[in-house]
T-cell receptor, first 111, second 117 residues
Framework: DAKTTQPPSMDCAEGRAANLPCNHSTISGNEYVYWYRQIHSQGPQYIIH???NNETNEMASLIITEDRKSSTLILPHATLRDTAVYYCIVRVNTNAGKSTFGDGTTLTVKP | DAGVIQSPRHEVTEMGQEVTLRCKPISGHDYLFWYRQTMMRGLELLIY????????DSGMPEDRFSAKMPNASFSTLKIQPSEPRDSAVYFC???????????????FGPGTRLTVL
């Protein structure tokens, strides 16, 4: 699986959009970009994933650059409950879902 | 669905004792994963099963660790004997095999916080 690089921490004001970047310059053509988050003391929670098109669901939007070397997770209206560690993972979809978690980005949403 | 269920949620034991962690995956899921999370090493994959069969145990730290999946609805991770450096949060996750050899996302349980004194 390709390695990802994320900033260690970010702050965001409550109600504003949180934009979390991820670099995955060695991504292969068959690797997907997945995002999970982990709220303190809980298990990681799936947010969204995509291959090359932008994706949106009820939680977030995922923007993948045309060359697929980077992506951005967007939380459109961050709340205090979005404070968590966000993990960007790239993996093929045929490896049993086995995922390698890096250090992630600690997002702190402030009032 | 109740999600992935783990027990106990917290376990405190003394060095040398046997510890057994339990996991019930989401019904119908084909894959089950055991992870360990510590401040120093982050979230590490220990082992995963497909249809109750262990597929990759390369992440299991040493022979003191063993995992079993006797049926589709139950798995255990055992540490014998336990050591203080085994203190961590242990997560179980499950996922669904899709058509064409693809795999759905993983769903994680709440974890078991293990403290070995």
């Amino acid at each position: 699986d390709a390695k990802t690089t994320q900033p260690p921490s970010m702050d965001c004001a409550e109600g504003r959009a949180a934009n979390l970047p991820c670099n995955h310059s060695t991504i292969s053509g068959n690797e997907y970009v997945y995002w999970y988050r982990q709220i303190h003391s809980q298990g990681p929670q799936y947010i969204i994933h995509g291959l090359k098109n932008n994706e949106t669901n009820e939680m977030a939007s995922l923007i993948i650059t045309e060359d697929r070397k980077s992506s951005t997770l967007i939380l459109p209206h961050a709340t205090l409950r979005d404070t968590a560690v966000y993990y960007c993972i790239v993996r093929v979809n045929t490896n049993a879902g086995k995922s390698t978690f890096g250090d992630g980005t600690t997002l702190t949403v402030k009032p | 669905d109740a999600g992935v269920i783990q027990s106990p949620r917290h376990e405190v034991t003394e060095m040398g004792q046997e510890v057994t962690l339990r996991c019930k995956p989401i019904s119908g899921h084909d894959y089950l994963f055991w992870y360990r999370q510590t401040m120093m090493r982050g979230l590490e994959l220990l082992i995963y099963f497909n249809n109750n069969v262990p597929i990759d145990d390369s992440g299991m730290p040493e022979d003191r660790f063993s995992a079993k999946m006797p049926n589709a609805s139950f798995s255990t991770l055992k540490i014998q004997p336990s050591e203080p450096r085994d203190s961590a949060v242990y997560f179980c996750a499950s996922s669904l095999a899709l058509a064409g050899g693809y795999t759905d996302t993983q769903y994680f349980g709440p974890g078991t916080r293990l403290t070995v004194l």
